[in-house]
C-alpha cells in the first residue's frame, strides 16, 4: 500500500492511543483479559480513579473496549478488549519494543558520552 503523507492518519490513530495512561490499561486488559474496575486499577499503580474512569470512558466510545454492567449491588463492572480493539495488540507491542530499544540506546549513548 502505498502512503501519501498528505493523507497520514498516523495523527488519528495518536488521538486514540496518546496519554500516559491508555497503553498500560490497553496491554493490561490484552494480558489479563476481562477485568472488575478495582482489578484494574490495582494493576495501574498511579491512576487515580477519577483518571482511570475517564480513559476507559474514552476508549469505549471508539469501541476499543467494552463496558458491562451487572445490575447488582453493589454494582459490578467488567472490562475487556473489543475484537475490534484486539487489533491494536501488534501495535501496542512494537511500541513496547521500540520504547525498550530506544531507552537502551539512550543508556548507551549516555555511557558514550561520559567517556
Known amino acids: 500500500m502505498e502512503m501519501q503523507p498528505e ?5 488519528d490513530a495518536l ?6 495512561w491508555k497503553p498500560i490499561i490497553l496491554l493490561t486488559l490484552l494480558q489479563a483479559g476481562t477485568l ?11 491512576i487515580t480513579q477519577k483518571m482511570l474512569t475517564n480513559q476507559l470512558r474514552e476508549l469505549e466510545e471508539e469501541d476499543i473496549i467494552a463496558r458491562k454492567v451487572y445490575p ?6 467488567e472490562y475487556s478488549i ?3 480493539g484486539k487489533s491494536l495488540e501488534s501495535i501496542l507491542v512494537a511500541m513496547h519494543e521500540w520504547g525498550t530499544a530506544h531507552t ?8 558514550q558520552n561520559s567517556v
Not at 488521538?15 to 500516559?20: H, Q, R, S, Y
Not at 482489578?39 to 498511579?46: A, I, M, N, S, Y
Not at 447488582?72 to 463492572?77: A, H, I, N, R
Not at 537502551?104 to 555511557?111: A, E
Open 104 to 111: 537502551l540506546h539512550k543508556i548507551q549513548k549516555r555511557k
Open 7 to 11: 493523507l497520514c492518519r498516523v495523527e
Open 15 to 20: 488521538g486514540i492511543l496518546v496519554g500516559k
Open 36 to 46: 472488575r474496575f478495582s482489578e484494574l486499577k490495582r494493576r495501574v499503580p498511579g
Open 82 to 84: 473489543t475484537e475490534y
Open 72 to 77: 447488582q449491588v453493589p454494582p459490578k463492572v
